[in-house]
Nanobody, 124 residues
Framework: QVQLVESGGGLVQAGGSLRLSCAASGRTSSSYAKGWFRQAPGKEREFVAAISWSGSSTYYADSVKGRFTISRNNAMNTVYLQMNSLKPEDTAVYYC?????????????????WGQGTQVTVSS
């Protein structure tokens, strides 16, 4: 069983930065692909970024490309999301996810473990 715990959310002004962290438990979780998704009020959960188990490949939604960076430290069993140049439309609950079964990095259904989420609020 894998447990994911996000941290680092908060309130920030537009143009500011935040770094989210996701700590994973479970000895095999460092070999899983990891992703970040977000869900704004009244909207569906959407893909933000993903990283392969080795960290050699990363993927981003067009809306965050060039502003967000995903990375991981397998020794610490942690994945990060550095968010720069934040916009009010980035306001959402951000979820960390892990995939033991492969599949598309972009699809929610490819991920079988989820964290509880952390709120990010960007004020204008």
């Amino acid at each position: 069983q894998v447990q994911l715990v996000e941290s680092g959310g908060g309130l920030v002004q537009a143009g500011g930065s935040l770094r989210l962290s996701c700590a994973a438990s479970g000895r095999t979780s460092s070999s899983y692909a990891k992703g970040w998704f977000r869900q704004a009020p009244g909207k569906e959960r959407e893909f933000v970024a993903a990283i392969s188990w080795s960290g050699s490949s990363t993927y981003y939604a067009d809306s965050v490309k060039g502003r967000f960076t995903i990375s991981r430290n397998n020794a610490m069993n942690t994945v990060y999301l550095q968010m720069n140049s934040l916009k009010p439309e980035d306001t959402a609950v951000y979820y960390c996810a892990a995939s033991s079964m492969g599949g598309s990095y972009f699809r929610l259904s490819s991920y079988d473990y989820w964290g509880q989420g952390t709120q990010v609020t960007v004020s204008s």
